[in-house]
């Protein structure tokens, strides 16, 4: 199983980026995918995670409202759309999947599965 991110870079404040995650792998089955990261020195955090039926959706409270979670669960995609960007949203944004109970959905360490991270830059 793979899962691979893309779509980070450099933007300014109040900028948008679209983050994707592609899944691969013959076996791969999840019941989440789910967005964190990481900023320097920092711990990784939760962003947001959807349910691979996409019924639900839920978000750290440092991004609710600025970003969007969706996934196309027939192609085994996931995306973050990040609007109004600021500065502290600066990390190394990853992807993660696995089969998860919803309620350990925020809880980095119930996934298996992991995209490499791709950076994203917000400069004020």
């Known amino acids: 199983v793979q899962l691979q991110a893309s779509g980070g870079g450099s933007v300014q404040a109040g900028g948008s980026l679209r983050l994707s995650c592609a899944a691969s792998?013959?076996?791969?089955?999840?019941?989440?995918m789910a967005w964190f990261r990481q900023a320097s020195g920092l711990e990784r955090e939760f962003v947001a995670a959807?349910?691979?039926?996409?019924?639900?959706?839920t978000y750290s409270d440092s991004v609710k409202g600025r970003f969007t979670v969706s996934a196309e669960s027939s192609k085994n995609m996931v995306y973050l759309q990040m609007t109004l960007l600021k500065p502290e949203d600066t990390a190394v944004y990853y992807c993660a999947a696995d089969l998860v109970a919803w309620r350990t959905s925020m809880n980095w360490k119930t996934y298996n599965y992991w995209g490499q991270g791709t950076q994203v830059t917000v400069s004020s």
């Open positions: 792998g013959r076996t791969f089955r999840s019941t989440v």
């Open positions: 959807i349910s691979t039926d996409g019924g639900r959706t």
